[in-house]
Structure formats: C-alpha cells, structure tokens
C-alpha cells in the first residue's frame, strides 16, 4: 500500500478528551525517532538565532533559508551587530530571500531588543509577540525551543496538521474560527513531563514532511488512527479557507542606465512591492521611458521579457539597457559600480538581471 494511501481509515475514533491525552506523545516519540535534528538552528536555545531561522522560514522552502542563515549570521552575529547596522545592509544581506518586509520588521525588532530589552529577548511569548514582526506562532515558537513555555504555535503547516487531525472544517477566513482553532491548539498541548521543544518540533516536521497539502503521507503519521481526516478519507479537505487572493496583472519598464562600469539606481518608497530595495529607474510605459531616454544619447537595447510573480500579483518587466557617454546626476538615485552591488539591497529579479551584464 502506498505511503499516502487514505484509505485504510479506522472505524472509531477517539473523543476529543482522549484525543487531548494521546496526541501530544504520539507527536513527541515520532520526533524523536523520525523528526529532523541536523538543522543549524536546532542546535541552539540562543532566542536571537532561533528568531532569525523562524522568520527566514516564513514563506521560504529551508532548502534556501539554509545558506542565507549562515551568511547572515557571520555578517550579524548577534542581535545588537543587527541592530546596529545599517537598514540598507541588512537589505542587501536578504537580497534574494523575498518578502522583504520581514527584513526590515527584523532590524526595527532588533533595535526594540537593544534598545527596551538590554539585547536580551524576553523570555515570555506574550511579551515577544509585542515585537515587530514577531506573530503570536512565532513568539510561541521562540518562547518553546529557547525558554520551555508551554505555548501552542499555529503557523500554516501546523493549521493543515491540526484541522486535519480534529476534522475541523470551519472557514478560517473567518477570525472567529481562527481563534476557536488557536483555543484547540493550546488543549492539545503537552502536559507536564514530556517536552514542548519536540513537540512543537514535531508538529512543524509533520507539516514540513508527511502532511502535505497535496498526497499526504498517512501511513507515515503518527496521528493515523486518530485523524478524522484520514478516517474520512480525504485530509486534503482541510484546512477549509474560502477567501482567495484575487491576482492582476502588471506591467512597467525598467531604464538600465550605464556608465563607466556603474548602474544608476533608485532607492523605492518605503510602503509598497520591494520597499526600501534599489532599483532601475521604473515606467508605466515604453514611451514615458524614451521621453526620459532620448535627450541623454546613446543606443537604447531592448532585453529579455522578465515574469515575476508576487503574491498579489504578476508583474512583468521590460528592461531597456542604455550606456551613456556622460553621467546624469537626478534626484532620488546614485551611481552604484558594479563591483559594489553586493552592498545594496536589490530585489532577485534585478540582481540576476545585472549579474548577467
């Protein structure tokens, strides 16, 4: 029988009661036995370094995190170097993760740290939920691995494991449901004796590895005979969210002005896709770019079409490279030699763009 087979599903299962008693240790021995350990971020109780392996991982495979974590810890050993150091370097430091607004939630966290919290992350998930950037799941999470609170997590794997567990099929487009789900959350967690780290742990790996949104693999879980999702034979019902992202499309081209070996470049708003990111000069059309073009000289080359999806939306980029002979100074922008990118916060795009130069 394959490992994502539902079909074996037991005929009984238990009250929620019950379930409350044997979830927990079910979770617990199957991270210790089958779990992940080897991560770098598992081999610490430091808060600042289990804070930064948490946000990286929002919305980011750990596969990626894995070399931006160790790169950025050499560069921001602590979180008073973070702190410290200018927005634009950790910007350049993220370049390439996405979701850019968790970088800059993380320097403004770190500052809040040093400056109200002597560099030293209180130890309480309620008080680290009060950080930027920091959500109640992820205070959780920190306050779990670093300090032993007792505290329920409730990130978007952990919400597939549970619903599927507890066959919770309430909308959780709604916030009334949300919460009833977080209550469930806290009831299911361990009581005293066994260790919150692996069971949290452990809920993030099942998410992360056998209870997957698409083919779970049920037959490797630990919550098989208590999973009325399994036992109804269609886990992947849950988690119900009826609200979807309406995506648009959009389209701008970019001014790849050169020269002498340097690019000039824009630094974006503060708000907005990229925020605070550099980037090539950015218009609403192809005419708007050559009216700007045209008085400063030189042969315009149209490039390669980039397709770049957000979340809310598809964006689609047509740079236009232009070398000039004399370097125009306009307001809002600098020149940045190429050999110094590395420096800038630049968004993915951009930076594979320049690289290919």
């Known amino acids: ?8 599903a037991p005929s009984t299962l238990p009250d929620f009661e019950t379930l409350c008693a044997s979830f927990a240790p079910r979770v617990v021995d199957w991270q210790r036995q089958h779990g992940r350990h080897r991560l770098p971020w598992q081999q610490t109780r430091d808060p600042y370094r289990v804070w930064l392996s948490e946000i990286m991982l929002q919305q980011t495979q750990v596969s990626t995190v894995l ?40 320097h403004r966290c770190a500052q809040v740290v040093r400056d109200q919290w002597a ?14 950037g920091i959500g109640r799941s992820t205070a959780a999470a920190i306050a779990a691995f670093c300090f032993g609170e007792r505290a329920a997590i409730l ?45 949290t742990q452990g809920l993030m790996d099942l998410g992360a590895t056998i209870c997957l949104a698409r083919s779970p693999s049920c037959l490797l879980c630990p919550a098989q005979g208590v999973c009325r999702g399994r036992a109804e034979g269609r886990p992947e ?22 020269h002498e070996d340097s690019v000039w470049l824009t630094q974006r708003p503060e708000t907005g896709v990229w ?12 005419a708007a770019l050559e009216d700007v073009a045209a008085p400063l000289g030189g042969t315009a080359t149209a490039q390669a079409t980039i397709e770049h999806a957000l979340t809310h939306f598809d964006w689609v980029l047509h740079p236009v490279r232009l070398p000039v002979d004399s370097a125009p100074a306009w307001r809002g922008g600098q020149w940045v030699p190429y050999e110094r990118l590395g420096e800038v916060g630049l968004p993915a795009p951009l930076r594979k763009l320049l690289a290919r130069r």
Not at 237 to 245: C, D, F, G, I, M
Not at 275 to 286: M, N, W
């Open 1 to 8: 029988m394959p490992p994502n087979d539902t079909s074996a």
């Open 67 to 106: 070399g931006y974590y160790e790169r950025f810890l050499q560069r921001f050993p602590d979180v008073v170097a973070l702190a410290d150091a200018p927005l634009d370097e950790v910007l350049a430091a993220w370049s390439g993760l996405g979701y850019y607004s968790r970088a800059r939630n993380l």
């Open 119 to 132: 560099g030293h992350f209180p130890p309480r998930a309620a008080d680290l939920a009060e950080l930027p």
């Open 155 to 199: 990130d978007g794997n952990v919400k597939r494991v549970l619903t599927r567990v507890l066959g919770y099929g309430q909308d959780l487009a709604s916030s009334r449901h949300e919460r009833e789900l977080w209550t469930l959350a806290e009831q299911l967690l361990p009581a005293g004796g066994l260790g919150i780290e692996s069971y």
């Open 237 to 258: 019902a849950y988690p119900v969210k009826t609200r979807k992202l309406k995506r648009s499309r959009r389209e701008n081209w970019w001014l790849w002005l050169e």
């Open 275 to 286: 925020a605070g990111l550099f980037c090539l000069p950015e218009f609403a059309s192809l």
